[in-house]
């Protein structure tokens, strides 16, 4: 059986020279694997962590890993390509779905939320520093982790103001909270530790310490 959907790569794994498995999220399947061909003059920008993509699945009743073909880019993210802060921010949201969603999982308006933060990101000028603190707080109330202060007070310590601002706050002016590298860190570090602590799994973003550094 043969079905055309949309989906986001999250990661990507090289099988030999002519295969990847692509990690995605899709509104039919939500976090699944799938195999595709790739030749050597493949354009590979089309696998890059949250690039969106058209594909037809052909379903393999002899395995669980069924194929992408006919593989388009639907949106080519310009804004987040072609700026470096943007790129590592992307890198770390991939990183964070990757690891909080597990395989077969497929949450109603997921893919949805997803690829409406993703074109939000690309279409940012500035003021964006903050955006992968709003995103994770907004990831834990899709999940189901019901984000409250109270539920985030034993996580937060001396950075509960800060936390308390992003929840109250719009997301436009959450962008405008001024916080340090190091602040930012910790904030990320206390919402990852949060949704581990909610989905029983250790999260660990190794992507994070980027962030820091280009965020200070």
């Known amino acids: 059986m043969k079905h055309v959907s949309d989906f986001i790569v999250l990661a990507v794994t090289k099988v030999g020279d002519k295969s990847l498995v692509l990690h995605t999220l899709s ?21 890059q962590p949250l690039s969106m993509l058209e594909a037809e699945v052909v379903e393999n009743p002899k395995s669980d ?15 987040i390509r072609g700026d470096v802060r943007k790129n590592a921010v992307s890198l770390f ?13 497929n949450d109603p308006g997921l893919y ?5 933060s993703i074109l939000t990101l690309d279409a ?6 903050n955006f992968h603190l709003r995103f994770l707080l ?9 984000p409250s202060i109270e539920n985030l007070m034993p996580f937060a310590g001396e950075n ?19 916080m340090n ?17 909610h989905s029983e799994t250790r999260v660990q973003i190794r992507s994070l310490a980027v962030l820091r550094e280009l965020f200070r």
């Open 124 to 129: 940012m000028e500035n003021d964006f520093s």
């Open 160 to 178: 509960l103001p800060v936390v308390r601002q992003l929840l109250t706050l719009g997301a436009a002016e959450s962008m405008l909270i001024p």
């Open 112 to 116: 949805e939320w997803c690829a409406g």
């Open 138 to 146: 907004e990831l834990a109330a899709k999940l189901g982790f019901s």
């Open 93 to 105: 949201l991939s990183e964070v779905l990757l690891r909080t969603i597990k395989e077969g999982e």
């Open 65 to 79: 890993l069924w194929r992408l073909r006919e593989i388009r880019g639907i949106s080519p993210l310009n804004g």
């Open 181 to 197: 590298g190091q602040q930012r860190n910790a904030v990320a570090g206390l919402l990852i530790d949060y949704i581990s602590y």
């Open 27 to 47: 509104p039919m399947w939500g976090r699944r694997s799938f195999i595709t061909g790739v030749s050597a003059k493949a354009p590979m920008v089309l696998f």
